[in-house]
C-alpha cells in the first residue's frame, strides 16, 4: 500500500496524503533561529524549518545544528536588527502587546521595558 520496493513513500504522495487529512506543509525561509532556556541560547543559523498546520495547530521542525551561547546573548542587535529608539525590545513584541491591551506603540513599548521584556506581564499592566 505504501509503495514498494524497500524505497518507502513518494515525497509527492506523502504531500498529498498530508493535503487530503487536512495538513498543509511550509518550507520557512529563515535566517537564524533561537531557543531561549535559563541556561543558554541555542542560536541555528541556516537552519531548515518547516511550518506544519493541522487544522489550526502549529507546528514548527527545525533541522539544523545550533550553537549554545550565554543566555541572552543571542539575537541582539547584530546585522541591522529593526529596533526602534535603541530599545532592546524587539518591534514584533511591541506591535503584539499594542494590539492586545489596544494602546499606542510607545505606551507599549514603555509596559514591555518596564517589566523587562515580558509580554504578558506588560499586557496585563496596560488593561
Do not use: C, W
Amino acid at each position: 500500500m505504501f509503495g514498494g520496493g524497500g524505497g518507502g513513500l513518494n515525497p509527492r504522495k506523502m504531500e498529498q496524503m498530508m493535503q487530503q487529512m487536512g495538513i498543509d506543509v511550509e518550507d520557512i525561509d529563515a535566517e537564524e533561529v533561537i531557543i531561549r532556556t535559563s541556561e543558554h541560547d541555542l542560536v541555528f543559523n541556516d537552519a531548515e524549518v518547516t511550518k506544519m498546520d493541522a487544522r489550526g495547530q502549529e507546528t514548527y521542525q527545525i533541522i539544523g545544528t545550533p550553537e549554545e551561547v550565554e543566555a541572552g546573548s543571542a539575537g541582539g542587535d547584530a546585522g541591522g536588527a529593526d529596533e526602534s529608539g535603541g530599545s532592546a525590545i524587539p518591534d514584533d513584541d511591541v506591535d503584539l502587546v499594542a494590539t492586545r491591551a489596544g494602546v499606542g506603540e510607545d505606551e507599549a513599548r514603555e509596559a514591555l521595558e518596564a517589566n523587562d521584556g515580558d509580554l504578558a506581564a506588560a499586557v496585563e499592566d496596560l488593561e
